[in-house]
Each structure stands twice: as structure tokens, then as C-alpha cells.
Antibody, heavy 116, light 110 residues
Framework: EVQLLESGGGLVQPGGSLRLSCAAS????????MTWVRQAPGKGLEWVSS????????NYADSVKGRFTMSRDNSKNTLYLQMNSLRAEDAALYYC?????????WGQGTLVTVSS | QSVLAQPPSVSGAPGQRVTISCAGS?????????VHWYQQLPRTAPKLLIY???IRPSGVPDRFSGSKSGTSASLAITGLQAEDEADYYC??????????FGGGTKLTVL
């Protein structure tokens, strides 16, 4: 069974940084693209970034490009999202998701609050 | 503004059939990328309802079905039940490593 467990969320001041992690299990992690999706309170799902299985390629939404960096450690089956220069509009529940292949899966999310 | 267009809300009485549309373009659904559908109950993570346009994961009732044609897709729910009241999202791709979502549709069971 595919399992994804996010961590690292919390309260951060505007302009601050935070690193999210996602521990994956139940599948051959290195062979699948992975994705971060966020959901602001009362809003819809928003794609944030995706990374290839080999970590050779990444792609970002325009809203986070230049501020967020997605990476992965295939030896640890772990996904990361380094978030810098955080803004109030980045406050959301961040989900790690496997949207590649047939066994699609989402984690339970980790909450990021941006406030002074 | 979401890349995929969904109606903000739909409603139906118990036992009725409702459909939720998901309109894309030639750069995403029309290219042949799969469409997936999710159900999200309040304060929970999205739950996969339909993947690869028409396939129901194990455990999803056959009251839920998906279809795709051209640049659009649809989710149909038959025999509407009170527990179906939730937000529904469609998701596809807009190129390599590019994921797109619909804005979500709130289903109200009257």
C-alpha cells in the first residue's frame, strides 16, 4: 500500500523559510515522479511543483518559482520542499502526492501558517 | 483561475443522478492526458474516485463513473446519497511534470 507522510509545517514569519519533508513507502520511490499540491483555507487544490523520479528535472508553478525548491533523496525515499521568502498567500495545507502511474496517492498534509 | 473549468456547484435530491463537467484544452485533456477525479470531505485529504478517465479504484462504489471526450471529462454520480455531499476535483496534466486541477465543484444533496 502506498503511504505518504508529510512533516515540517508550522508557523513562520513573512519572509521566512521552512522545509517540508514527505516520507514515502509501499512503492519503488525512485521510479515515479512526485508532486507537491497545496490548499489554502477554503480554497481549491493548487499544484506547486513536481520532480522526476531521477530528480533530474523539476517544474514549478509561477506563484512559487524562484522561491521554492523541490528535491528528493531516493536513498531515503523522501521528498522535500524548501520554501524561502514566504508570503501570507503561501499559507496552506501542503500535500505530497504520487500522481504518476496507476496507484495515485496523497498524504494527509502538513499545515504552513505565515504570519507575524 | 484554474486551468480546468468546473461548475462551482451542483445539487440533486437523494436517488437522483448528477454530473460534474471538467473542461480543458488542447494542451492538457485534449492532448490525451488522463483525467483523475477526487472527492474531498471537510478537513480531509482528497480521496481518489476515478483514475485514468474511467477506472474506479477498489472500494469506490459503482455509483461513480467517469468519461472523457475531446478536451473535456465528466464525473457522474447515480443514486445520490447524503454521504456524497463533498467537494469534487478533476486533475490532469499540461505537459511533463505539469499538473493541472479544476477549481472544484461543491455537491449539495438536497
Amino acid at each position: 500500500e502506498v503511504q505518504l507522510l508529510e512533516s515540517g509545517g508550522g508557523l513562520v514569519q513573512p519572509g521566512g523559510s521552512l522545509r517540508l519533508s514527505c516520507a514515502a513507502s509501499g512503492f519503488i520511490f525512485s521510479t515515479y515522479d512526485m508532486t507537491w499540491v497545496r490548499q489554502a483555507p477554503g480554497k481549491g487544490l493548487e499544484w506547486v511543483s513536481s520532480i522526476s523520479g531521477s530528480a533530474g528535472s523539476t517544474n514549478y508553478a509561477d506563484s512559487v518559482k524562484g522561491r521554492f525548491t523541490m528535491s528528493r533523496d531516493n536513498s531515503k525515499n523522501t521528498l522535500y520542499l524548501q520554501m524561502n521568502s514566504l508570503r501570507a498567500e503561501d499559507a496552506a495545507l501542503y500535500y505530497c502526492a504520487k500522481l504518476d502511474g496507476s496507484a495515485l496517492a496523497w498524504g494527509q498534509g502538513t499545515l504552513v501558517t505565515v504570519s507575524s | 483561475q484554474s486551468v480546468l473549468a468546473q461548475p462551482p456547484s451542483v445539487s440533486g435530491a437523494p436517488g437522483q443522478r448528477v454530473t460534474i463537467s471538467c473542461a480543458g484544452s488542447s494542451s492538457n485533456i485534449g492532448t490525451g492526458y488522463d483525467v483523475h477525479w477526487y472527492q474531498q470531505l471537510p478537513r480531509t485529504a482528497p480521496k481518489l474516485l476515478i483514475y485514468a478517465n474511467t477506472i474506479r479504484p477498489s472500494g469506490v462504489p459503482d455509483r461513480f463513473s467517469g468519461s472523457k471526450s475531446g478536451t473535456s471529462a465528466s464525473l457522474a454520480i447515480t443514486g445520490l446519497q447524503a454521504e456524497d455531499e463533498a467537494d469534487y476535483y478533476c486533475q490532469s496534466y499540461d505537459g511533463s511534470l505539469s499538473v493541472v486541477f479544476g477549481g472544484g465543484t461543491k455537491l449539495t444533496v438536497l
